[in-house]
């Protein structure tokens, strides 16, 4: 053969192997003829111009995740705080990413280190405690904005920690304190305005029903008695009995002594039994009045039950 022929084949071998490029699905190539931007291409298998006439400069299309630096700043009521953030962004215009911008990463990284700033300078405590989504969003609006020019399109941004000062901490752990407090406070005030307004309706019934209160009383009698084994005195007020003591005439002397005798006799036998007998009769003389002489004269109170 033409040895001119084989050069040719070859050096034409060579171009097409040299000028083959292969470009990922998330790649795209920005081709430069004699430093003249053409075009982008991708993605799969591309061909340039060979021998140096055109060159391409690879660019990534996926997201990227940029770790914001911390940033110490103070809010706009005087509170000095430590904030740092993550911006998520991704390259939608290869050719201004490669030809508007020197470096896309480090501009955008700076322009959200400075923004970040900005809006927390702006905002008060408050406000970046409890509205982190509007801050998020602010943020990442102002970002979008500003790196439009450079084909960058940021799909979120998202505020991951405020450090505050150890006294800010301490304050608004007092300042939370004090608002449980407060709220137990009005809990209990409801609870005790319900309570008074059913004892009120509670007063009205038995006020209509004189015997509700006696039976009460011998209620909770019977339930002291349940829950101890131990001798209780209980303070028997004259109006109790009432009820028993009033009739169409006026009762007389020994009818109203019999019938205190008979209350503090019921009253006693709802305690509990004990050995010493003596004694609940002579603390039920002294119940109704009745003196020492007059009981040893008298007719006993209780029966008394001796132990054998």
Not at 50 to 68: N, W
Not at 235 to 241: A, R, T
Request: glycine content about 4%; cysteine-free; overall charge negative.
């Amino acid at each position: 053969m033409d040895p001119l022929l084989i050069t040719l084949l070859a050096f034409a071998g060579v171009g097409i192997l040299t000028s083959a490029r292969v470009l990922f699905e998330y790649e795209r190539g920005v081709i430069f003829r004699l430093g003249k931007l053409t075009r982008a291409k991708g993605p799969g298998l591309i061909f340039l111009v060979p021998f140096g006439l055109e060159r391409m400069k690879k660019m990534d299309l996926r997201i990227v995740a940029l770790d914001i630096a911390p940033q110490d700043t103070i809010t706009k009521d005087n509170v000095s705080v430590r904030v740092n953030a993550v911006l998520y962004f991704r390259v939608v215009d290869p050719t201004k990413a490669v030809v508007e911008i020197e470096d896309y990463y480090f501009a955008t990284s700076q322009l959200a280190q400075t923004t970040l700033r900005s809006v927390i300078g702006q905002s008060e405590l408050d406000e970046l405690l409890a509205e982190r989504e509007r801050i998020n969003e602010h943020i990442r609006t102002i970002i979008d904005e500003g790196s439009d020019a450079w084909g960058i399109e940021v799909t979120g941004v998202e505020v991951k920690d405020i450090d505050l000062p150890k006294e800010m901490k301490r304050a608004m752990a007092k300042q939370a304190e004090a608002e449980r407090e407060r709220r137990a406070k009005v809990i209990n005030a409801l609870g005790e305005y319900q309570a008074s307004a059913k004892l009120a309706a509670a007063a009205e019934i038995i006020q209509q029903f004189p015997v509700a209160i006696q039976l009460r009383y011998l209620q909770t009698v019977s339930e002291v008695a349940a829950e101890s084994n131990s001798t209780t005195l209980f303070p028997i007020p004259i109006d109790l009995f009432a009820p028993f003591l009033q009739s169409g005439e006026p009762a007389s002397e020994e009818a109203k002594a019999k019938a205190l005798k008979a209350a503090a006799a019921l009253m006693v036998d709802a305690l509990p039994a004990t050995e010493d007998q003596a004694t609940l009769e002579s603390t039920a003389n002294k119940m109704i009045g009745m003196t020492e002489k007059e009981a040893r004269e008298g007719e006993p109170l209780l029966a008394s039950e001796s132990d054998e």
